[in-house]
């Protein structure tokens, strides 16, 4: 049986990682407005409908994202291409269930960790209207917003109605010169729509 041990550092990380989805998620959860139509305020024309916010742009086809295994949405060999070099396991936060994955040891101040994660309640769209200013992107067919900044990253893709594809990583002190946050969530997030079942 291999053990890890776990280190401040690595616990520190998993700390501003589930703080940065916590974050996220308090975020998405206070940006309603009731009785905000959309339309003009100043009495001068008919309101103006918003767009519903589950409207989407992909032209790849409708996914799921109700996995039994979120691990299982990147293979052994996927991962290790993706320089994924520690054992991915499973795990929750915010009520997602999602499958944590790293590069390099925890401890050792290189690489990054992260989580991938199919979220059945959240879509693409709620994610960038959450005002945490998240850049418009596209992944194989796919509309995604990412949040940057800098040693961290927060992505979520629209290949639902209903949900999303979420990657949230963050790279350890040390191993930001050879890996920014977004282009390494990017790919991980660009391989696992692959994987994910058709709707």
Sequence with gaps: MIRTRRTASEGTLRKALVAGLASAGLLLAGCGSEGDDGGSTDGTSEPTPSAPATQSSRSGPAKSVNLPDPCAVLTQEQRQS????????????????GCDISSGEAGS???????????????????????????????????????????????????????????????????GEQVRACEQAAKIAEVAVQNLPNA
């Design 82 to 97: 993706l320089g994924i070099d520690q054992p991915a396991t499973p795990s929750e936060s915010n009520g997602k269930q």
């Design 109 to 175: 101040g290189r690489g990054w960790t992260g989580t991938i994660a199919a979220d059945p309640s959240r879509t693409m769209q709620q994610f960038a209207s959450s005002g945490t200013g998240a850049q418009q992107i596209e992944l194989a067919g796919y509309p995604a917003a990412q949040v940057d900044n800098g040693s961290g990253c927060m992505l979520a893709v629209d290949v639902s109605d209903t949900g999303s594809l979420f990657v949230n990583l963050i790279v350890r002190p040390g191993g």
